[in-house]
């Protein structure tokens, strides 16, 4: 099942590197934030489960790819727009990492904001 894991979230990551624009691609605030966001890690479980269950019903991962890769995006949507102002307004991601409104405030996904002292 490992073994599985990791191989399908390395052809997400590859396919979602080859869908997305590059980060330098105009407008790049908005590319880097995607890029940002979207690469920021994690066990990209629902993809992975959209290409098992093509899988499971005899289609193959290279079809079912743009899928999975829209079901990742959909889900990093949604922890995206959790974090703005008008629902929990949280700077900081899992692990501490700074929300994507931080990254484009700071002027780009290199730059790492201090550390949340606030409650």
Do not use: N, Q
């Given at each position: ?15 979602l590197d080859?869908?997305?624009?590059p980060?330098?691609t ?14 920021a890690g994690?066990?990209r ?10 899988e499971?019903?005899g ?19 949604t ?16 692990a501490a990492?700074?929300a994507?409104?931080c990254m ?16």
């Open positions: 099942m490992i073994a599985y894991l990791t191989e399908r979230t390395r052809i997400i990551d590859e396919t080859r869908l997305l624009p980060a330098t105009s407008p790049v605030t908005l590319h880097e934030a995607m890029r940002y966001s979207l690469f994690g066990k479980l629902r993809p992975a489960l959209c290409l098992a269950a093509s499971a019903c289609g193959s991962v290279e079809a079912a790819l743009p899928m999975a890769a829209a079901v990742e995006c959909l889900h990093t949507y922890l995206i727009h959790d974090d703005l102002p008008c629902m929990d307004d949280d700077d900081f991601a899992g990492r700074p994507t409104k484009a405030r700071s002027g780009g996904a290199g730059r790492r904001r201090p550390p949340h002292t606030g409650l």
